[in-house]
């Protein structure tokens, strides 16, 4: 038993309950920006996309992002994770996916100056990258495959 004691479930709970919150943002942000590049830039449906895109990721995305890197660390210290090979590379899918959540970030930013950068279909593609990562961060989580 390591340092969280009787607490290990309850932390590995909510790091689960805030996994989940971070995927639907994940996932629903760029549906999002696919119907937000259909109305012009300006106009009054762009600027309810603009406040839409903003509380998605303040009110969910951006908490939900902090609370599970704070769970998933007091996790990885308390099971001595840092020595595991499967770990490496789920920390590592990990990080690709809080840098997709950087670019999130950024792309709502760009769409709120008017800039429409990606197609559509770009987007839709690019919706897949959280769905397709997390199911080899699940995978490494609870097979351990090495």
Known sequence: MGFLGNAYLWVKAAHIIFVIFLMAGLFMMPRFFVYHQECAPGSDEDGKWIVRERKLLKIILNPAL?????????????????????????????????????????????????????????????????????????????????
Not at 71 to 86: N, P, R, T, V
Not at 99 to 122: M, N, Q, T, V
Request: aromatic share 18%.
């Open 66 to 146: 902090t609370m599970v890197w704070i769970f998933g660390l007091l996790l990885a210290f308390d099971i001595g994770a840092w020595s595991m090979g499967w770990f490496h590379l789920k920390f590592l899918f990990v990080l690709i996916l809080s840098g997709y959540h950087g670019w999130i970030s950024g792309y709502a930013k760009k769409l709120a100056r008017g800039e429409r950068p990606f197609s559509d279909r770009k987007l839709r593609m690019l919706n897949e990258v959280p769905g397709i990562l997390v199911a080899f961060v699940v995978i490494l989580a609870i097979v351990k495959p090495f």
